[in-house]
């Protein structure tokens, strides 16, 4: 049985391996999308945009404008003269953020009056807008602090001091590049398992394999090693790259990546395998992962947070492999997680694995043509 | 007014050429190597007749064709059609030329009317002008009651029909037919024949079509024999034929199987050529006169010897063999690579009443034979008879509906895997690895079924020495030529020694030469105690075998030797009828009685 | 078309010919279409699946987030604090009596932020009005903490403000943002996500669809067969266009509607312009299409290709997710090369921000040339050869 099985994988990958274009979608694209995803994939706001109409010509507005332009998260693209202008700015998307200072502002600092600064946002992409306007409100609340300070006033009676774990910097690349490994490596083992068993059967070396005396299990093996070699192989690099080039601490114990990694792997695999036994063409297999991987992607937590979905949806997540697997990846990498709160997320993925190949196995022999 | 306008055209045999080629040459680049696959061609081909392009697979008749169409540039030289450059002006020349490719092009998803249609608003046919010229194909080609049927399920005589049709839309002057009748069954076959040279004779339309049939060559005004991108001759078939004369006769000894006759008879060096047709064999000798018959093969004294007419085949087969030197050797006597399980007589193949539905369509439907050990047993019939689909059962890759079968005592489905080791099943089309080369796929095939190390090395060379693929081990068999990927393909079903060989069409495509070197094997495989089940739709290749049912609409209309379905066929009009003759009159009888009950 | 003039017919009999061959084979195309479903499906479906799975499953609006509060000394200084948190829907407050068991809650993750309120809160804050308020939120999703953040900080303001109020006395803080958001006012994510979606599908069935139709021709042979009839190459290329592109404007259509009336998108702009815009766009998906389609002739390939050249970028490069500003130069430059690029702009402006011409115009023309560029290169590449 082993020697059939081990034939079987040193054929799938000579053939994998041995052709220029699936080498090239096994390896070039997972590695472009690394760089772009971890350099373009990013919450983080630099060089926002932004104008200033200042009526007020004192010390204090100046310096809270100062306080803008300085932090490295805004970029100063237009001064404003009458308040018409700046309805042209924010529309031309000229600039994110208007800041409006009133004439009194300086006056009624001095007197110990609360001044208002007024910000218009772009809401068009809400998320940015948010997140420009808690930027703008940090450098704010700055210059409240050190104002009171010195003027020797009594600030509020009680003040906030906020600390992020696992990320102090709050850096989105932090949380997205891990994630990019469990992604690459569902879109690599998917495609390649997906379409192993469909070119099999467009090319008609699939019924010569049913001839032989092969048995439906060790075709389950012979095509699940290979890709679970190139799944491992492609983690590693990828993860590689995210220690030794993303600069991303690996907090956790490596065995207990592995351990997500092995399960996720052959969860995908089996997702895999089971499109490839029901397609009958390639293109079939192509649609079908393309229809397996654009809501897996989308319903893992990868970019946007689970919990802010529609119940509905959140139940229909407990289904995808990468759900889980975003969880290991986020807790080992930057919380450190130890192997036993991971339990939780492990064993989900070992019974997609298992019920999928389960079916895929039976469905090798049992489709109907 | 057609005949004025006939001879406006073109007049026939008047010598005029209506396409002339001059020092064509084209070469391809596929993965490492680049194929001549036409190489410093000149040719003349005359209007007003059907001028057949023979030559074995590979010989560059569809670039040939390709050329003529302004589909392709010559790399060296230049191709006239109709007057015209066909490189420069190729608009002008497709808009007066027909071309139906090997595979036409029809739209499956559309009906046999849209398809027409298409093909009218395209070659720019006027709408009133349309139903006329509509029913008159329809007429032609008996596609009439099927208009609305989607192209896709038409069969597929039906569908080289429409192929057929859609490039007569608008009546061309030069119509180019790329193999038109490929996997086209015999009576469909026919009628296409009658069509094209009804186009010929009434519309003075000039017709050049290639063919791997070489029965067809004896219909076409002149043949242009093809080989290796050269032309090998241009004539008259008869031409061809006589200068056999003389050295053509058939064979039989009493007793003796033709194929074991046959095998003597090759291993002379003075025999050019021997086929099987039945009990009988038709032998082709190197030179003229009569041969010694009690000579011709030792220990048979109460041989029989009979002149025939020579034919088109015998004289290409006889061309080839000098191009070719490969010769049948006795290498055959080495078939199998160890000793054969011997046995004698007995079942090895039971099917009775077997049934296979599609949704609520019958493609088998009760179908009954039994196979003995070491037979040759063949399934005949048309595409679409279900033929496949019975060879898909018995090799356990369909469950049946219903009906009880068993190989070598076994339901393949199943059997244990290890049944499995006892059959060798070649597909219709090459399935191997394309991308592993000829050694990985031996090797990947060898291990499969559990031989690996020095048996499993020592297997590898008797498949690269016996099918002389040694030159190739290397190379990826995606690039390997058809014929050899044949054999690559035989040697992967037959390196583990089976019992039982399914071989699905294995013959299709490949040229005679080639076909002839599968038959000997398969003859010798047979001799050594290996059960064979072929299919094909070679009428040809009937005779080779034992015994064969001919099926059609997924049942066995006649069951037995070659000789005793011949002979169920005999009539006064048909004293001699060849297996041709036999199916089509068998399936025009089984049409009727359908049509009476 | 390479030939010259050839028959020495009239002009106009060769324009009849060539429209009733383009005729021919626009219907040959819908009827294709309307028999495979899979065109439709890409066409129809893929919209309302994907506009659903991004209307509700794509979602930045972090709402009931659940946060650990652990006072260490409850009081009423603590409880009124307490309340006047709860009054907002952005939390889910969890009360929690120690820091090891509130550490314990974050790292399992039933919790995303811990307020810690010390054992001298109510003392200092009456005192030296220094109280001091720890607040640690898990920074492992950068995006979520720092909107969380922003929320305390806000809940925070708020209590400040109820506090001086209880005193009689108003807040003093020096100086107070007010902020006002333009076109979007409750920051809705999907008002942004679902008109950039458009951009997406549109990508999908314009390229995608089209190369693999087109791929299937060659893989076929039909395409051999068209390629001898009369039909010239400027004929198969239209032929193709304007079925696709109906079928585009066609999904295009039932997107904007659910958008609308499903997803309450405001639609500020003018219809015409948006479908204007989505034309131009169309056309240069259909020709990156056509482009893949020539080159790869194989549906596999081409399809592969169509998904990693158009689709993916369209994704992340377009700015329909992630903010183009923010990304490195180098990238931002590659984003020029997008067409999806502009398209999101045009749309998220349509919709949210209306007829703003000049943000309109110059990502309409980025459009006109791409297009142009396209099927250009699509035209000269596409030859009547089989080579």
């Known amino acids: 049985m082993w020697r059939r099985v081990f034939a079987l994988t040193v054929k799938e990958f000579l053939a994998l391996l041995k052709d220029k274009k699936s080498r090239l979608v096994v390896f070039i694209p997972p590695l472009v999308q690394l760089l772009v995803f971890g350099y373009a994939a990013t919450f983080d706001l630099k060089n926002i945009p932004f104008a200033v109409y200042n009526e007020d010509s004192g010390s204090a507005s100046r310096e809270l404008l100062s306080r803008f332009r300085g932090s490295g998260n805004f970029t100063e693209v237009a001064t404003l003269r009458n308040e018409g202008e700046i309805s042209p700015v924010i529309n031309r998307q000229k600039a994110l953020l208007v800041i409006h200072i009133g004439p009194e502002f300086n006056r009624n600092l001095l007197k110990g009056r609360t001044s208002p600064v007024q910000v218009i946002v772009d809401g068009r992409n809400s998320n940015t807008a948010m997140l420009a306007m808690n930027y703008a409100r940090t450098i704010v609340n700055e210059f409240n602090r050190t104002w009171s300070e010195r003027s020797g006033k009594p600030g509020p009676p009680a003040h906030l001091v906020t600390r992020a774990w696992f990320n102090p910097n709050l850096e989105s690349r932090w949380f997205i590049v891990p994630g990019i490994v469990g992604l690459l490596t569902l879109v690599v083992t998917t495609l390649v398992t997906a379409l192993s068993v469909a070119r099999e059967r467009e090319q008609g070396t699939f019924d010569q394999l049913l001839v032989t005396p092969i048995r439906p299990v060790e075709i389950i093996m012979g095509k699940t090693l290979p890709g679970f070699f190139i799944g491992i192989a492609e983690a590693t690099i990828i993860i590689l790259a995210t220690v030794f080039w993303f600069d991303i601490p690996l907090r956790g114990s490596v065995l207990t990546l592995y351990t997500g990694i092995i399960l996720f792997i052959l969860s995908a695999i089996g997702i895999g395998l089971m499109i490839s036994s029901l397609a009958v063409t390639q293109q079939q297999g192509l649609l079908g992962a393309f229809l397996f991987l654009v809501p897996a992607i989308i319903l893992s937590g990868f970019t946007t947070p689970i919990a802010n979905m529609p119940p509905f949806l959140q139940d229909l997540t407990l289904l995808n492999p990468l759900r889980y697997f975003m969880v290991i990846l986020r807790g080992v990498f930057l919380e450190g997680a130890p192997f036993h709160r991971l339990i939780n997320q492990f064993w989900p993925m070992a019974v997609i694995g298992m019920v999928n190949l389960t079916i895929a196995g039976w469905l090798f022999r049992h489709r109907l043509y | 007014m057609a005949d004025l306008q006939l001879q406006g055209i073109c007049k026939a045999g008047s010598g005029d050429a209506i396409i002339t080629l001059l020092n064509v040459s084209k070469s391809f680049v596929t993965g490492k190597r680049t194929i001549q696959a036409l190489d410093n061609l000149s040719a003349r081909v005359q209007g007003c007749m059907i001028t057949g392009l023979v030559g074995p697979d590979g010989s560059g008749k569809t670039t040939l064709m390709r050329l003529i169409a302004g589909l392709l540039e010559p790399d060296k030289g230049t191709v006239t059609a109709l007057g015209r450059d066909a490189t420069a002006e190729s608009l002008l020349v497709q808009a007066s030329i027909g071309y139906m490719p090997q595979r036409f092009g029809l739209y499956e998803d559309l009906s046999v009317s849209e398809n027409l249609n298409l093909y009218a608003d395209l070659q720019g046919v006027p709408g009133d002008a349309r139903q006329d010229r509509f029913q008159e194909l329809m007429h032609m080609t008996g596609l009439g009651p099927f208009v609305s049927r989607l192209a896709g399920r038409l069969s597929g005589g039906m569908k080289q029909k429409l192929g057929l049709a859609c490039t007569l839309v608008r009546s061309p002057q030069l119509l180019l037919l790329d193999e038109p009748t490929v996997g086209v069954d015999p009576v469909s076959r026919r009628e296409l024949w009658s069509i094209v040279s009804r186009l010929v004779r009434e519309e003075g339309m000039s017709v050049l079509l290639s063919t791997s049939y070489l029965d067809e060559a004896e219909n076409c005004t002149e043949v242009i024999m093809m080989f290796e991108g050269q032309i090998l001759g241009q004539d008259r078939p008869a031409k061809f034929s006589s200068t056999m004369e003389g050295r053509t006769f058939t064979v039989s000894v009493p007793d003796m199987k033709g194929r074991i006759l046959q095998k003597k008879l090759l291993l002379r060096e003075d025999v050019t050529d021997a086929i099987v047709q039945g009990d009988r064999v038709r032998l082709v000798m190197r030179t003229q006169g009569n041969p010694d018959a009690s000579a011709l093969v030792p220990g048979a004294p109460d041989i029989t010897l009979r002149p025939v007419q020579p034919r088109f085949e015998d004289a290409f087969i006889s061309v080839l063999r000098q191009q070719r030197s490969a010769r049948i050797t006795d290498r055959e006597a080495d078939m199998k690579p160890g000793p054969s399980p011997g046995g004698n007589g007995g079942n090895v193949i039971e099917v009775k009443n077997l049934k296979r539905r599609f949704g609520d369509f019958y493609a088998v439907k009760g179908v009954t034979f039994s196979v003995e050990r070491g037979e040759v047993f063949g399934l005949l019939g048309p595409n679409g008879a279900g033929k496949s689909t019975t060879f898909r059962i018995l090799c356990g890759l369909l469950p049946p509906t219903e009906g009880m079968l068993s190989v070598a005592g076994h339901d393949l489905r199943r059997a244990p895997s290890a049944a499995r080791a006892h059959i060798g099943y070649m597909s219709q089309k090459f399935s191997l690895y394309g991308n592993l080369s000829v050694r990985e796929n031996l090797r990947f095939f060898i291990s499969v079924y559990g031989f690996t190390g020095n048996a499993g090395q020592k297997k590898i060379q008797w498949a690269l020495d016996q099918f002389e693929l040694g030159d190739y081990a290397e190379s990826t068999s995606n690039d390997l030529s058809l014929g050899h990927k044949q054999r690559l393909a035989m040697a992967c079903s037959l390196m583990h020694e089976p019992d039982i060989l399914f071989l699905d069409e294995h013959t299709s495509g490949v040229d005679p030469l080639a076909r002839r070197e599968f038959w000997h094997r398969i003859n010798a495989l047979a001799e050594q105690g290996v059960t064979v089940l072929v299919t094909t739709h070679f009428m040809e290749e009937a005779d080779y075998c034992d015994r064969l049912a001919i099926m059609t609409a997924g049942e066995v209309l006649a069951l037995g030797t070659p000789a005793e379905i011949k002979s169920g066929v005999r009539s006064a009009e048909i004293p001699e009828p060849t297996m041709e003759d036999a199916f089509i009159s068998l399936i025009q009888t089984s049409a009727r009685g359908e049509r009476s009950s | ?387």
């Open chain 3, 1 to 387: 078309m390479n030939g010259k003039p050839g028959k020495s017919g009239p002009a106009e009999s060769r324009r009849a010919g060539s429209r009733m061959r383009l005729t021919g084979l626009v219907r040959k195309e819908f009827i294709q279409i309307l028999r495979d479903p899979s065109s439709i499906a890409i066409a129809f479906l893929m919209p309302v699946v994907l506009l659903f799975l991004f209307g509700y499953g794509v979602s930045l609006d972090a709402e009931h987030v659940p946060v650990g509060i652990v006072v260490a000394n409850p009081d009423q200084d603590t409880s009124r604090f307490i309340g006047s948190f709860r009054q907002s829907r952005y939390f889910e407050l969890v009360l929690l009596s120690t820091m090891p068991e509130a550490v314990e809650a974050m790292e399992s993750g039933t919790i995303d932020a811990i307020i810690h309120l010390r054992q001298d809160f109510s003392k200092k804050l009456k005192t030296s009005g220094d109280a001091p308020m720890q607040v640690i939120v898990n920074g492992v999703d950068a995006n979520t903490a720092r909107i969380l953040s922003g929320y305390i900080e806000g809940a925070w303001i708020r209590w400040l403000g109820h506090e001086a109020m209880a005193e009689g006395a108003t807040l003093k803080i020096p100086v107070q943002m007010e902020h006002r958001v333009w076109f979007n006012s409750e920051l809705r994510s999907r008002n942004y996500l679902v008109p950039g979606l458009i951009a997406i599908i549109m990508t999908l069935i314009g390229a995608l669809l089209t190369a693999m139709v087109m791929a299937r021709e060659w893989e076929r042979g039909t395409m051999e067969a068209l390629m001898v009839t009369p039909v010239a190459r400027r004929e198969i290329i239209l032929g193709k266009l304007i079925p696709y592109f109906a079928l585009g404007i066609g999904g295009m259509a039932l997107s904007v509607l659910l958008a609308v009336f499903l997803f309450n998108v405001p639609l500020r702009g003018s219809v015409i312009v948006l479908f204007a815009a989505s034309s131009l766009f169309l056309l240069t998906a259909l020709g990156m299409g056509l482009l893949i389609s020539i080159l790869a002739k194989n549906q596999f390939v081409a399809g592969q290709a169509a998904i990693i050249v158009t689709f993916l970028p369209a994704f992340i490069l377009s700015g329909f997710i992630f903010d183009i500003n923010s990304m490195p130069a180098p990238i931002q430059v590659i984003t020029h090369l997008i067409a999806a690029r502009y398209f999101v702009a045009i749309l998220q402006t349509i919709f949210l921000a209306g007829n703003v011409w000049s943000v309109i115009a110059w990502n309409a023309l980025a459009l006109v040339v791409m297009s142009t560029v396209f099927l250009g290169i699509s035209r000269r590449k596409f030859r009547k050869r089989l080579e």
